[in-house]
Each structure stands twice: as structure tokens, then as C-alpha cells.
């Protein structure tokens, strides 16, 4: 059970470069997000998806992408990289709630980016 | 809005003595209580949660008691090991959507 799964773990990037970070999990979640992780800063979240075919903004969406095409993935977009987005991605998927009952979330292992 | 604040780091102990990371919460309604931790160059992993008021969250050793007089979820362990070193996340989930908040992260390293 692979669980969520990102690719690439770590990536050099100059400024005005493009690129797509990967996410997929094989969980059969409805939910998944992208949060970006700051020395000192907690996790914010850039971006989030209740279910194929829709997305959604978080806290810090400018300069960043997604698409929710199939349950499994939900890839995030990077198109102008500027040395702010200099950080470590994670992406998480959950089943939701039941009732009162939140199942929490699953992290992938994060993608550490660095724009120079 | 919503928010998580918990006391901040980095805290070192020695092994074996007690730990406590206070972390507090604002939110409307009766959100759920979490703890992650994130062990060096991994994601971050589910500790513990409280889903209502006077529930109370264990695994591994660790211990949070879910307070609404005092909007408060503190994390407690008795004897801490090295192991334990890693930073520890709190995080609330409004049980009307299904964001979650995060506390800014309280590194935490046990030395022999």
C-alpha cells in the first residue's frame, strides 16, 4: 500500500523555469491538497480538490496550478518559478468525515524545490 | 478565523524527562483535534486526534486531552526517548468542511 506518493524529492529550478510536481495516491480519497511548508511557518495551503474535476484555492494560490483529471493524482503546477517559492511541497489526501469523525490525512514525503 | 497556535521551539530534553508542547486553538463550532509529527526528511504523520470535548488522543507513549473550557490540546509524554526527536505539528479541522490549520511546527530533540 503505497499510500501518496510525490515526485520529484528534490528539484533545482532557475527563475522563469516551469514545472509540475506529482501526486498520486491510491487510497480511492475524494480529498486531496497541496500545502507548502516554510522554515518557521507551519504549513500553508496552496491549493485543494474535493473530487475529480474540481479544484479549488487555498491560503497562497498565486503563481501556482492544478488539475483534478482522475481521483488518483493531483498534479500542481509551477508555470514562472521566483526564488518565493523556494520551499518544501507536501500533498495529502483524506477520505473526509463521516458524521462528527475526521479521518485525518495522509501526507506524501514532500518535494524540496529550490529557484535560484 | 480559524486558527492553531503552539508554544514554539525548539525544546530540548533529556531522555526520559517529560514533555509538554502547548497548543491552543480558535475556531467557531467543535472542530477536531490533531497531532502530526514529521521525523527528519519525511512527511508528516498522524499522531493522535480528539474528535469532541474531554476526548483524549494516545499513541506511542504521547497523550492530549481535548479542552474546550480552555481551547486548548497539549501534548504530554511521561518519559520521551530519542526517537521522539522530530518536530510536532497541532492541527484543527472545523467539522463543517474539511481544511485543516496548522500550527507553525515545535522541534523537539532528545539527547541521551
Known amino acids: 500500500n503505497a499510500g501518496v506518493t510525490q515526485t520529484p524529492k528534490f528539484r533545482i529550478l532557475k527563475i522563469g523555469q516551469s514545472m509540475t510536481l506529482q501526486c498520486t495516491q491510491d487510497?480511492?480519497?475524494?480529498?486531496m491538497y497541496w500545502y507548502r511548508q516554510d522554515p518557521g511557518m507551519g504549513l500553508k495551503l496552496i491549493y485543494y480538490?474535493?473530487?475529480?474535476?474540481?479544484?479549488d484555492k487555498g491560503e497562497v494560490p498565486n503563481g501556482y496550478n492544478v488539475s483534478r483529471s482522475t481521483t488518483e493524482d493531483f498534479p500542481l503546477r509551477l508555470e514562472l518559478a521566483a526564488p518565493s517559492q523556494t520551499s518544501v511541497y507536501f500533498c495529502?489526501?483524506?477520505?473526509?468525515?463521516?458524521?462528527?469523525?475526521?479521518?485525518?490525512?495522509?501526507f506524501g514525503s514532500g518535494t524540496r524545490l529550490t529557484v535560484v | 478565523g480559524d486558527s492553531v497556535t503552539q508554544m514554539e521551539g525548539p525544546v530540548t530534553l533529556s531522555e526520559e524527562a517529560f514533555l509538554t508542547i502547548n497548543c491552543t486553538y480558535t475556531?467557531?463550532?467543535?472542530?477536531?483535534l490533531f497531532w502530526y509529527v514529521q521525523y527528519p526528511g519525511e512527511g508528516l504523520q498522524l499522531l493522535l486526534k480528539a474528535t469532541k470535548a474531554d476526548d483524549k488522543g494516545s499513541n506511542k507513549g504521547f497523550e492530549a486531552t481535548y479542552r474546550k473550557e480552555t481551547t486548548s490540546f497539549h501534548l504530554e509524554k511521561g518519559s520521551v526517548q530519542v526517537s521522539d526527536s522530530a518536530v510536532y505539528f497541532c492541527?484543527?479541522?472545523?467539522?463543517?468542511?474539511?481544511?485543516?490549520?496548522f500550527g507553525t511546527g515545535t522541534s523537539l530533540t532528545v539527547i541521551p
Open positions: 475556531a467557531t463550532g467543535y472542530p477536531s
Open positions: 480538490s474535493v473530487g475529480a474535476g474540481i479544484t
Open positions: 487510497m480511492n480519497h475524494n480529498y
Open positions: 492541527a484543527l479541522s472545523r467539522n463543517t468542511g474539511n481544511q485543516f490549520y
Open positions: 495529502a489526501s483524506s477520505a473526509g468525515m463521516t458524521g462528527a469523525r475526521h479521518y485525518g490525512y495522509t
